[in-house]
Nanobody, 119 residues
Framework: QVQLVESGGGLVQAGGSLRLSCAASGSSFKINVMGWYRQAPGKQRELVATIGSGGSTVYADSVKGRFTISRDNAKNTVYLQMSSLKPEDTAVYYC?????????????WGQGTQVTVSS
């Protein structure tokens, strides 16, 4: 099984920055997509950003220009650099990983890390 360990959440003032990290167990060549989703109280979980094995990225419109996703395949780690944070970015952020079908497939989730942005 794949295990994801997240770090980097916390409390920050509006306009500030945070960097989330998520390290995955297992072999990097088995990983297809990695990314981040978030869930605010009373809302559904939503996409924040994803990055493919070749480096292609997808961002939610609400974070474009403020968040940057990156990936270190040697460390099986995905990062989310968050800048110009807004109170509406407050949520639990979940790391996500999709494994290649030929290696068993499947979607895997981290335990979540709280990000709170104060106004």
């Amino acid at each position: 099984q794949v295990q994801l360990v997240e770090s980097g959440g916390g409390l920050v003032q509006a306009g500030g920055s945070l960097r989330l990290s998520c390290a995955a167990s297992g072999s990097s060549f088995k990983i297809n997509v990695m990314g981040w989703y978030r869930q605010a109280p009373g809302k559904q979980r939503e996409l924040v950003a994803t990055i493919g094995s070749g480096g292609s990225t997808v961002y939610a419109d609400s974070v474009k220009g403020r968040f940057t996703i990156s990936r270190d395949n040697a460390k099986n780690t995905v990062y989310l650099q968050m800048s110009s944070l807004k109170p509406e970015d407050t949520a639990v952020y979940y790391c996500y990983l999709n494994r290649w079908i030929r290696y068993g497939g499947g979607d895997f989730w981290g335990q979540g890390t709280q990000v709170t942005v104060s106004s």
